[in-house]
């Protein structure tokens, strides 16, 4: 009876991802050409993520247990000024990993009382001006085209925060804040 | 770069093991807890992303973002930038290839910088931590700072 419980509760989770599964079979039935592409870069992404976020992971738990939320509301809190904004840009630009796995660490900022503005830069800037990428657009797209989309994308990440901190009511911000809380 | 990743992360591991072993234990549970609680949302990213890159046919793309397009380009562009989201090592290449192919920099600016910022396909993930309103909101004003960084692109490279 257990077992039978925790096996509904899984397939329950895993829902979306079985009716997308079941999707790409049939897409692959209909046309193996496609199918197989999507099934390569489905591996591609799968290997992604299984190189880049466990250590993530890992490293937030270890923010989490080890960093007193005294320290991060210090640096990144409400009130960290200029000093939070750098920080946020920096630790977002120099993650590597795709953009849904800032999502988490973004939970655990909320935690440990990063104010939202940063929490919002920090989002920012893991999206878009990546250090580890930035060469690699260099080579691809040119010079001109990597150093304007960055010095452009800079002060966006940051505009874009500020006005989303004003427009979004405490109240709501309220409510997620607590909702990363009850997560772990 | 995924070495000095893991490099970082097992010394840090080490440390705390070697100053505490429970708060370690502690650490370790509470990233797999993390991990579990996100990775059905991943899972179904991560199978969007292969289904759409396989159906999106880069031919076809180049010539509707052509560097004649203009605006309407740019804004075509930008759907399509922000329902797909390409790893960068992929992404950039693409870019690369599309404007080879004819599309503009204007609209590659544009195509880019959603991709980037704006993701459709991840929103799942990011209203379980945002919630739906602020989730909504923070695409739409990417999208449209968008705009703004294609224009700027388009006007520094054909123009400077």
Not at chain 1, 27 to 37: D, E, P, R, V, Y
Not at chain 1, 129 to 138: H, N, Q, R, S
Not at chain 2, 71 to 83: D, K, M, N
Request: aromatic residues 12%; hydrophobic residues 55%; proline residues 4%.
């Amino acid at each position: 009876m257990g077992g039978d419980c925790i096996m509904k509760s899984i397939i329950r989770k895993y829902r979306a991802f079985l009716v997308v599964l079941t999707g790409l079979l049939i897409l692959t039935l209909i046309n193996q050409k496609i199918g197989f592409k999507a099934i390569s870069v489905t591996a591609y992404s799968f290997k992604e993520m299984i190189m880049v976020i466990p250590p993530i992971f890992l490293l937030l738990g270890l923010l989490d247990v080890w960093v007193p939320k005294e320290t991060m509301i210090k640096y990144m809190g409400e009130g960290s000024g200029l000093k939070g904004i750098l920080l946020s840009i920096f630790i977002g630009s120099a993650a590597a990993g795709p953009l849904y796995g800032a999502f988490p660490v973004a939970a655990v900022f909320m935690k440990k009382g990063v104010s939202f503005k940063n929490i919002l830069i920090f989002i920012g800037a893991w999206s878009t001006t990546k250090i580890p990428m930035f060469l690699f657009e260099i080579t691809s797209l040119g010079a001109k085209f990597a150093v304007t989309r960055l010095l452009v994308d800079l002060p966006g990440v940051i505009i874009i925060a500020f006005v989303l901190s004003k427009i979004v009511p405490a109240s709501e911000v309220k409510a997620i804040y607590e909702k990363a809380e009850a997560i772990e | 770069m995924n070495a000095g990743l893991y490099a970082i992360t097992l010394s840090l591991l080490l440390l705390s093991h070697i100053k505490d072993k429970k708060k370690t234990k502690m650490a370790i549970k509470k990233a797999w807890k993390a991990f579990e609680n996100i990775l059905p949302e991943f899972l179904v990213v991560i199978l969007f992303v292969g289904i759409l890159i396989a159906v999106i046919n880069p031919e076809i793309i180049s010539k509707i973002i052509g560097s004649d397009s203009g605006w309407l380009g740019v804004i075509l562009a930008s759907i399509v930038g922000s329902i797909t989201l390409i790893p960068g090592f992929v992404a950039f290449p693409t870019a690369a290839m599309l404007l080879e192919g004819g599309a503009g920099y204007m609209q590659i600016g544009a195509f880019i910088s959603t991709l980037m910022m704006v993701g459709v396909v991840t929103l799942p993930v990011e209203i379980k931590y945002f919630g739906k309103r602020i989730t909504f909101m923070r695409n739409i004003l990417a999208f449209i700072f968008s705009f703004f960084v294609a224009g700027i692109i388009g006007w520094v490279v054909t123009v400077l």
